[in-house]
T-cell receptor
Framework: AQTVTQSQPEMSVQEAETVTLSCTYD???????LFWYKQPPSRQMILVIR??????QNATENRFSVNFQKAAKSFSLKISDSQLGDAAMYFC?????????????FGKGTKLSVKP | DAGVIQSPRHEVTEMGQEVTLRCKPI?????LFWYRQTMMRGLELLIY????????DSGMPEDRFSAKMPNASFSTLKIQPSEPRDSAVYFC???????????????FGAGSRLTVL
């Protein structure tokens, strides 16, 4: 079974600086998808970024980018120019490429605080 | 698009009572998921449907939990009887799944916070 591990329960960053959140996963599959979701205090789960395992190029969405290391099974999230609104829980998630029709396996999350 | 709509947002009930959580997925989505979030266990998949048919309910904790999807625009998660350990946030999510290109993204509702006293 696949597992997702986020080893940093909490992280803190100064406003305007850069922070990297770690995520590792375990799978025997070669094709899959990886996601980062953000959960602010409002509880809403918001998709931040996604990565297809077959793509070597790291995904980027504005200030958010990932460092995808397939061999190491690592999928870290980098937030540049951190803003107060980035404060939230961040969840890394894994999904198989086929068969299971979209079930996401989540890590336990990292709570990010942004200091003004 | 109004997104995935869940109700109620908050529910406080007493042990032994029946609880029904409701979800309206995004129009056109063909997959629907129920997740539970607790501090101890994080986000866990309870059950998911594809084209209104339950595909995997192995995450449903016990027989007290049941889920239905009578049509493409509505699903319920019922707990009967409820227990204090059922206290959690319950999320509904939907997506459009295409077998050939499986990169469907789950869109989550705002969640229903359940407190069982």
């Amino acid at each position: 079974a696949q597992t997702v591990t986020q080893s940093q329960p909490e992280m803190s960053v100064q406003e305007a600086e850069t922070v990297t959140l770690s995520c590792t996963y375990d799978t025997s599959e070669s094709d899959y998808y990886l996601f980062w979701y953000k959960q602010p205090p409002s509880r809403q789960m918001i998709l931040v970024i996604r990565q297809e395992a077959y793509k070597q190029q790291n995904a980027t969405e504005n200030r958010f980018s990932v460092n995808f290391q397939k061999a190491a099974k690592s999928f870290s999230l980098k937030i540049s120019d951190s803003q107060l609104g980035d404060a939230a829980m961040y969840f890394c998630a894994y999904r198989s490429q086929g068969g299971s029709q979209g079930n996401l396996i989540f890590g336990k999350g990292t709570k990010l605080s942004v200091k003004p | 698009d109004a997104g995935v709509i869940q109700s109620p947002r908050h529910e406080v009930t007493e042990m032994g009572q029946e609880v029904t959580l409701r979800c309206k997925p995004i129009s056109g989505h063909n997959s629907l998921f129920w997740y539970r979030q607790t501090m101890m266990r994080g986000l866990e998949l309870l059950i998911y449907f594809n084209n209104n048919v339950p595909i995997d309910d192995s995450g449903m904790p016990e027989d007290r939990f049941s889920a239905k999807m009578p049509n493409a625009s509505f699903s319920t998660l019922k707990i009967q009887p409820s227990e204090p350990r059922d206290s959690a946030v319950y999320f509904c999510a939907s997506s459009f799944y295409r077998p050939v290109s499986g990169a469907n993204v789950l869109t989550f509702g705002a969640g229903s916070r359940l407190t069982v006293l």
